[in-house]
Each structure stands twice: as structure tokens, then as C-alpha cells.
């Protein structure tokens, strides 16, 4: 019996060593319980008492509206349900109706954001009017209700919302969603808040994601400033924008209450969005 040359046995050596690496490159990535954030891809996101902290602080700031307490929800980039959350002392202290609210603005602005284009829920409201080029879009990718309802109603809100782990789907067209692009630039998912005026919860969700430090918005189809030379995914209000322009195409109505726009100078002084460096 021949014994193999030095060189042979480098060559089998690395024809193994390539063919267990393409195995494993084949396999899945190890299994992990279900229920963990891993699992579900919510790494980089933020955990409950993270997100419901956010809320808080971006709740009791000055936003407009009828100063009412919030729902919030986070999904990942794959529409993922990771948390879900209130402001105020209770489930019942806040709209209960807005808990799914919430959670389709998070999945909207998910689904309609890219890497290097961010659509707030508010910029998709006037292309979805009649004639708009978006028309019908409010329809498409309902909500998953045998999700979003399951389980004692006590669970809303909590670590243990039903919705948590599931895609909930949804597509809603007013202010309160946004897209959440991480230090590097990266869309990792999208942020719901819901619960007040529209225009008011644009605001909460705005002051919500620049808490979480998850507002590193490349680009969009927001006001161009020196701070945002390619344009953010800040509301742009109808009639206070020029007309024609890509903020107008774009634009959102000015959430007034009893005729009085008590909103949209807020708007224009939200924390600028962050750049990459």
C-alpha cells in the first residue's frame, strides 16, 4: 500500500476543508427557540421597556393634536412584529382601536422605504387619493386579523402582544410611520405610532425614532436643506409647499382643530435626521 505524497494529502486536505465549507455556507443558520429576537430577526431593534421609554418621552413633548396618549409598534425589514407598546397607564388608556393603527403605519413605512429612499406613512397620502398614481395602494397587503386579535386582550401592549413574532401586514396612508435606518444607513425595519391627530402622531413616531437613534435617513422626498441635501421623510403640508414640486406630490393636509393649525409649525423644528459617518 502506497502512502500519499506530502502534496496529495495537502490536496485532500483542501478539497475536504471546501467541501464542508460549502455545506455549511448550504445549511440553515442554527435553530434557535422560537420567541427569541434572534430568531425573528429584531436584533439592532429595540426591546419593549427601549420602545416604550421613546414613546413616553416623544409623547410628552409639544406635537400638535389633542395631547392623547400613544400606541407605538416596531417591525423588522421583514414585517416582523418585534414590540409593541403604550404611553399611558393602561391599554384602555389610549385608543385601542390605534393598536393596529400603529402597527400598519410600522409595516407601511417598512414596506415602502428602501435603502437609499425613505417614505413616511405621510408622504404616501396624496399620491393615493382618487387619480393619484398611487390610488388603491391603502388596499393592497391587508392586515392579518386572525393575528392581530388572538389571545386575552391583556397581552396588548406588552412583551407578549400578539402580534409580536407574526407579520401583521397593513397599509395605512397618513402620518405616523417611519422607516428605521440604523448608524450605518441601514433600513432595518419601520416604527407605527398612532393614537392622536395623524399630524400629531407623525410627530410622537419623529421624536420616538430619534430617541431609539434609528433616524440615519439617506434620502427622500422631504424639504432639501443644508442639513438634508438629499430631503428626509418629514411631512410636508399641503399649501405649505410649493406648487408643482416633488414635497407636494408627496404632501399631507395640515391636521387642524377647530380651524386653527396648531401642528405644522412643530413639524418644521423636529430634530433634524442624523447623517452617516
Same mark, same amino acid.
Given at each position: ?17 471546501? /467541501?464542508? %465549507? ?8 442554527? /435553530? ?7 430568531? =425573528? ?12 421609554? %421613546? ?28 414590540? #409593541? ?87 395605512? #396612508? ?48 422631504? =424639504? ?54
Amino acid at each position: 500500500m502506497s502512502i500519499p505524497s506530502n502534496a496529495a494529502v495537502l490536496c485532500i486536505g483542501l478539497t475536504l476543508g471546501l /467541501a464542508a %465549507a460549502t455545506a455549511s455556507a448550504a445549511d440553515p443558520e442554527p /435553530a434557535e427557540p422560537q420567541g427569541t429576537a434572534a430568531w =425573528h430577526g429584531c436584533i439592532g431593534l429595540p426591546g419593549h421597556d427601549q420602545l416604550e421609554d %421613546a414613546l413616553d418621552f416623544a409623547r410628552a413633548q409639544s406635537n400638535g393634536g389633542f395631547n392623547l396618549d400613544m400606541w407605538a409598534t416596531v417591525v423588522n425589514r421583514d414585517g416582523v412584529v418585534c414590540e #409593541v407598546a403604550f404611553s399611558g397607564p393602561n391599554r384602555g388608556s389610549q385608543w385601542p382601536g390605534s393598536r393596529v393603527i400603529s402597527a400598519q403605519k410600522a409595516n407601511t413605512a417598512n414596506a415602502f422605504s428602501l435603502p437609499g429612499l425613505a417614505l413616511s406613512t405621510a408622504n404616501l397620502y396624496a399620491a393615493v387619493q382618487p387619480g393619484g398614481t398611487l390610488y388603491g395602494l391603502q388596499h393592497s397587503n391587508p392586515v392579518d386579523t386572525g393575528v392581530a386579535y388572538q389571545g386575552p386582550a391583556s397581552n396588548f401592549g406588552q412583551a407578549n402582544d400578539p402580534m409580536v413574532n407574526h407579520r401583521i401586514g397593513g397599509v395605512n #396612508v397618513f402620518g405616523g410611520g417611519l422607516g428605521l435606518y440604523n448608524s450605518k444607513g441601514v433600513l432595518v425595519g419601520g416604527v407605527g405610532v398612532s393614537g392622536d391627530t395623524s399630524c400629531a402622531d407623525h410627530n410622537i413616531a419623529w421624536r420616538t425614532r430619534h430617541q431609539l437613534n434609528l433616524d440615519f435617513v439617506p434620502a427622500g422626498v422631504g =424639504h432639501r436643506s443644508a442639513a438634508t441635501p438629499n430631503g428626509d421623510d418629514n411631512i410636508n403640508y399641503k399649501g405649505l409647499v410649493v406648487d408643482p414640486s416633488l414635497a407636494n406630490d408627496f404632501s399631507h393636509p395640515i391636521c387642524k382643530i377647530a380651524g386653527v393649525d396648531g401642528v405644522s409649525g412643530i413639524s418644521a423644528t423636529l430634530p433634524p435626521v442624523q447623517k452617516v459617518h
